[in-house]
């Protein structure tokens, strides 16, 4: 159980356009998904908070207007990358913690997304 | 302003011995810490947690210790096999936010 995907596993963009990456919760509700990012040889870096039915909660020096979060219901979170840059090229990770979670720590990764941006 | 960082880039070990990675803290707010393996272009998996009200957690041949005075964990991996080689992050996070702040990671080299 606790099985977390995301669509697409790799995308390939050309820039000034934006690509849609979605982190879906398969087998439980999530209430709470957090979005990260990888770059090569580095540490997984939060970029948001995303509760659903609210607005995301960004990290210092992540640019919301750039980085569209939606969480528009318990088992789907979607990352826009809008007007995407070649130093946005990342590996985009995103977990969940279920609607029952209480006081429990725990979160589900996903596979993540690569994205290269040419 | 790096809170958790993982000091060893790198380790190698000879296979059926001891890994012992570290993971050093500085926000004293941190009350739940785990430690992740994580493959390139894959999501981290998750391999043992401890909570800050104890100070050892073991599983099979994983143990997290934890000492708070030095905001210091680690990760022993006994017997080490080669496929433990993997990178490893260790990640913080406290109640209330449930965000995982992630260290550095240090990439292991079980040698067969």
């Known amino acids: 159980g606790a099985v977390v995907s995301q669509h697409p596993s790799w995308v390939i963009c050309k820039s000034g356009t934006s690509v849609k990456i979605e982190c879906r919760s398969l087998?439980?509700?999530?209430?709470?998904m957090f979005w990260y990012r990888q770059f090569p040889k580095q540490s997984l870096m939060l970029m948001a908070t995303?509760?659903?039915?609210?607005?995301?909660?960004?990290e210092q020096g992540v640019e919301k207007d750039k980085f569209l979060i939606n969480h528009a219901s318990l088992t789907l979170s979607t990352l826009t990358v809008t007007s995407a840059h070649p130093e946005d090229s990342s590996f985009y990770i995103c977990?969940?913690?279920?609607?029952?979670?209480?006081?429990?720590?725990?979160?589900?990764f996903g596979p993540g997304t690569r994205l290269t941006v040419t | 302003d790096q809170q958790v960082k993982q000091n060893s880039p790198s380790l190698s070990v000879q296979e059926g011995r001891i890994s012992i990675l570290n993971c050093d803290y500085t926000?004293?707010?941190?009350?739940?810490f785990l430690w992740y393996k994580k493959y390139p272009a894959e999501g981290p998996t998750f391999l043992i947690s401890?909570?800050?009200?104890?100070d050892k957690n073991e599983d099979g041949r994983f143990t997290v210790f934890l000492n708070k005075s030095a905001k210091h964990l680690s990760l022993h991996i006994v017997p080490s096999q080669p496929g433990d080689s993997a990178v490893y992050f260790c990640?913080?996070?406290?109640?209330?936010?449930?965000?995982?702040?992630f260290g550095t990671g240090t990439r292991l080299k079980v040698l067969a």
């Open positions: 977990s969940a913690r279920g609607q029952s979670a209480g006081v429990s720590y725990e979160q589900y």
């Open positions: 087998d439980f509700q999530a209430t709470t």
């Open positions: 995303s509760n659903e039915g609210s607005k995301a909660t960004y």
């Open positions: 926000n004293s707010m941190f009350d739940y």
């Open positions: 401890i909570s800050s009200i104890k």
């Open positions: 990640a913080a996070t406290s109640s209330g936010t449930y965000k995982y702040i």
